[in-house]
């Protein structure tokens, strides 16, 4: 799955691509699975216990889990519901694969709560349609993490500490594109079936039959039957209409690349 860094306006968390804080989004809108970590009780002492989990987010940047209450991890959050979450590194190419510790990763630490279904599922389910076959059992429920702060290792020379408001979107701010988010998906899926196919091999997709499956402020979610894609915008966005102009933008750059045209 190809990857590409977008310019982002000083008005969103981060500022720009460069930012800490942009690719720490980045690594979370893009990965499927995750490392939770949480805090294990027993007659021997307190450990920590780490577990593997799939993961997606809402409008804002907040990871949203669905966890069995028979899981081990999720006895723990009864205890104690302060977790971390650690994504990446992501896997290189196969044929370079490189040093996987000079591959960007992220730690999130927070406090890992149960979130309203209605909040969480069409996101979670978008990105993972096969959980549909247990969302609804009477032992899982969606969590959603509290993000108090992240620590971002992204190659020599860039650790950093982020703060929550740096790494998050305000709630007002994103509030309408998170309402317009069912929509948009409806609209592009059904009548622009072709514009996500140009999107996606602009991107290094491939021909496949593309359709989106969520929208934030920095980009969209593409699936084919064997792939996922991140694409990035051009700029931050927050509400239908911008986020129209950059998918149109998106079609039109794709239209000349593959006419050969320079932009």
């Known amino acids: 799955m190809t990857q590409a860094a977008a310019s982002l306006p000083d008005s969103s968390p981060g500022g720009n691509p460069?930012?800490?804080?942009?690719t720490a989004r980045r690594l979370l809108?893009?990965?499927?699975?995750?490392?939770?970590?949480t805090e294990l009780t027993e007659d021997r002492g307190v450990w920590p216990y780490g577990s593997a989990v799939l993961a997606a987010s809402d409008c804002r940047g907040r990871p949203l889990l669905l966890l069995s209450d028979l899981a081990e991890h999720s006895r723990n959050l009864l205890a104690n519901s302060r977790a971390s979450l650690l994504i990446g590194p992501q896997e290189g190419p196969r044929d370079n694969p490189g040093d996987p510790l000079e591959r960007p990763r992220v730690t999130l630490l927070g406090e890992l709560r149960p979130?309203?279904?209605e909040e969480a599922e069409p996101r979670?389910?978008?990105r993972f349609p096969q959980a549909a076959l247990y969302k609804d059992f009477k032992d899982f429920n969606f969590y959603r993490l509290e993000v108090a702060r992240g620590h971002l290792v992204a190659g020599f020379g860039r650790i950093d500490w982020l703060a929550a408001e740096d790494l998050l979107f305000e709630r007002e701010k994103v509030a309408p594109l998170a309402a317009a988010e069912a929509d948009i998906l409806e609209h592009m899926n059904a009548?622009?079936?072709d514009a996500l196919a140009l999107i996606a091999g602009l991107f290094g997709g491939?021909?496949?039959d593309w359709r989106i499956v969520g929208v934030d402020p920095e980009g969209v979610d593409l699936v084919s039957e064997s792939n996922r894609l991140r694409v990035p915008f051009g700029k931050a966005v927050f509400d239908a209409e911008a986020c129209r102009v950059?998918?149109?933008g998106l079609t039109k750059r794709a239209r000349r690349e593959a006419a050969g045209q320079t932009p």
């Open 18 to 22: 460069e930012s800490a804080a942009y």
């Open 29 to 37: 809108r893009a990965t499927e699975t995750a490392a939770l970590a």
């Open 115 to 117: 979130c309203p279904r």
């Open 124 to 126: 979670y389910l978008r």
């Open 191 to 193: 009548d622009h079936a």
């Open 206 to 208: 491939g021909a496949a």
């Open 246 to 248: 950059e998918l149109v």
